[in-house]
């Protein structure tokens, strides 16, 4: 198609940053949400396993509460009673002594998960006996646990032996967790004026309980951060729809804002050029008669009658730039009727034939005759749009080329393309053509493809054109389906 008369609608990617703008704050708060989201289920993960090491530390200490008192009523009824009843006094360095109460201790605490027994005399905190041989005789290991239960209340700690390079309170990798429970020893029945006659001390190894507390803690973390990451990429993708929506809106508020701006400018211009075209189409009317009369009477005058035919040939172009003035200037009201989309352009093909086979141009369209496209237009404006884009793509083609014409059915409407093998449109001028009076031709009123935007969009459709040099050219036209 020729350069000037075909176009395409651009965007101006900076008519919508300060919209896209507005998006940066909630980019902002969708990244610093995900933030707190991690830092949440942080703590949320620390939380749920500190709980959960609370809780069993209070199931292992009431564990060995029971075991404990199990431990307190057979050491009082078959060790303290009988070694008292026989010996008189009770001295665990004797073997006979230590055997009894190993063997006592060691039955009782079967099966359980008791790591090691210590118990401790009431005088100088000394442990008078242990599972462990190599602890008995040593001071000063009770603590704080020793004289609570002294004092005749039980009490449970945790604690952990070489944490390993790294260990953090988080990321807690101790090689050992155990729970020490310092219980009083008393005499049955516990009213009895003897009192507390040691205390005993129950080490159980939580190493791997509590290793499964911090698998369930990097579960739980895991977990919650993968949750927390779908609801993130959700409201991604959430922000960035809305801001592809806020740009398209965008887009087509500008669109909207020239198309108004245009349609203000045309309608001064048009006001003008009607008042212009009606004043010059009057003395054209005159001025084109009385060449041609003054051309039949001067036939034996070849110079004469050859200025005459000039005359009249021109005042014949004149007038058709003064009709183009007029079309485009006085509002066009569709005369609406039933017809078929195919049927038009099978029209203008047919008009054309003569003309496409003298320039050696080539017309495929097959798609054409694929069906039927009705629709409620006014098919002569129709008929006189399409006539022009068919003019525009033969004047590309001085050489010959294709046109290829299809109709598609879309949602609503119908979509025509038409395309040819022409010199294509510069971008620079791709930008201009649909602007009344812009033209590259020596002749041409610029007003080829402005009349037919209007005809098209008072069918309540659109027209847009794709181009590139040297390739050729597109021109999509859409309206819309017979109800």
């Known amino acids: 198609m020729p350069k000037e008369d075909l176009g395409s609608m651009e965007y101006n990617s900076g008519d919508i940053q300060p919209d896209a703008k507005r998006f940066r704050l909630v980019k902002f708060f969708a990244y610093t949400s995900f933030v707190i989201l991690i830092i949440s289920t942080f703590i949320?993960?620390?939380?749920?396993?500190?709980?959960?090491?609370?809780?069993?530390?209070?199931?292992?200490?009431?564990?060995?509460?029971?075991?404990?008192?199990?431990?307190?009523?057979?050491?009082?009824?078959?060790?303290?009673?009988?070694?008292?009843?026989?010996?008189?006094?009770?001295?665990?360095?004797?073997?006979e002594q230590s055997d009894l109460m190993d063997k006592i201790v060691t039955t009782t605490i079967h099966s359980f998960n008791i790591e090691r027994v210590n118990m401790y005399d009431t005088q100088k905190g000394q442990i008078?006996?242990?599972?462990?041989?190599?602890?008995?005789?040593?001071?000063?290991?009770?603590?704080?646990?020793?004289r609570t239960a002294l004092e005749g209340k039980h009490s449970s700690r945790l604690i952990s032996r070489e944490p390993a390079l790294f260990g953090t309170w988080f990321m807690d990798f101790a090689k050992e967790k155990k729970l020490r429970t310092f219980i009083p020893f008393r005499a049955e029945p516990p009213k009895s004026y003897l009192g507390i006659l040691g205390v005993f001390e129950l080490t159980q190894d939580l190493t791997k309980e509590y290793e499964s507390i911090i698998r369930f803690r990097y579960l739980i973390f895991g977990v919650s951060l993968a949750i927390m990451f779908l609801i993130f990429l959700a409201l991604l993708l959430v922000v960035r729809k809305a801001e592809r929506i806020l740009r398209k809106r965008a887009q087509e508020q500008r669109l909207l804002e020239d198309q108004l701006n245009q349609a203000e400018r045309l309608a001064a211009l048009g006001e003008m050029v009607a008042g212009v075209s009606h004043e010059i189409k009057n003395p054209l009317g005159i001025i084109r008669s009385t060449a041609e009369l003054l051309a039949e009477k001067s036939a034996s005058d070849q110079?004469?009658?050859?200025?005459?035919?000039?005359?009249?040939?021109?005042?014949?172009?004149?007038?058709?730039?003064?009709?183009?003035?007029?079309?485009?200037?006085?509002?066009?009201?569709?005369?609406?009727?039933?017809?078929?989309?195919?049927?038009?352009?099978?029209?203008?093909?047919?008009?054309?034939?003569?003309?496409?086979?003298?320039?050696?141009?080539?017309?495929?369209n097959g798609n054409l005759h694929g069906g039927s496209f009705a629709i409620e237009a006014d098919p002569e404006l129709l008929y006189r749009a399409f006539l022009n884009i068919f003019l525009n793509a033969i004047q590309s083609m001085e050489d010959g080329g294709n046109i290829t014409v299809k109709i598609e059915e879309e949602k609503e409407n119908y979509s025509a393309e038409i395309q040819d093998t022409g010199v294509g449109i510069s971008k620079k001028n791709l930008k201009k053509i649909f602007n009344p009076f812009f033209t590259t031709?020596?002749?041409?009123?610029?007003?080829?493809?402005?009349?037919?935007?209007?005809?098209?969009?008072g069918h309540r459709g659109t027209i847009w054109i794709e181009s590139e040099e040297e390739v050729g050219t597109r021109v999509f036209v859409t309206l819309p389906r017979k109800e």
């Open 303 to 364: 110079t004469q009658k050859k200025l005459s035919n000039i005359i009249f040939e021109e005042s014949g172009r004149l007038n058709d730039i003064v009709t183009d003035f007029l079309d485009f200037a006085r509002p066009q009201v569709p005369n609406l009727q039933d017809c078929h989309l195919e049927q038009i352009i099978d029209r203008n093909i047919s008009f054309l034939r003569p003309e496409l086979d003298k320039k050696g141009v080539i017309v495929n």
């Open 128 to 146: 008078a006996y242990s599972t462990d041989r190599e602890l008995i005789g040593l001071t000063g290991r009770g603590g704080m646990g020793y």
């Open 44 to 95: 949320l993960s620390m939380v749920i396993s500190q709980r959960a090491t609370k809780v069993m530390m209070t199931t292992y200490e009431n564990h060995a509460l029971l075991i404990a008192n199990n431990l307190n009523h057979q050491v009082f009824h078959y060790f303290v009673r009988p070694i008292m009843f026989r010996y008189g006094a009770i001295s665990l360095r004797e073997k």
């Open 441 to 457: 031709k020596d002749t041409g009123s610029g007003l080829g493809l402005p009349i037919v935007k209007k005809i098209i969009e």
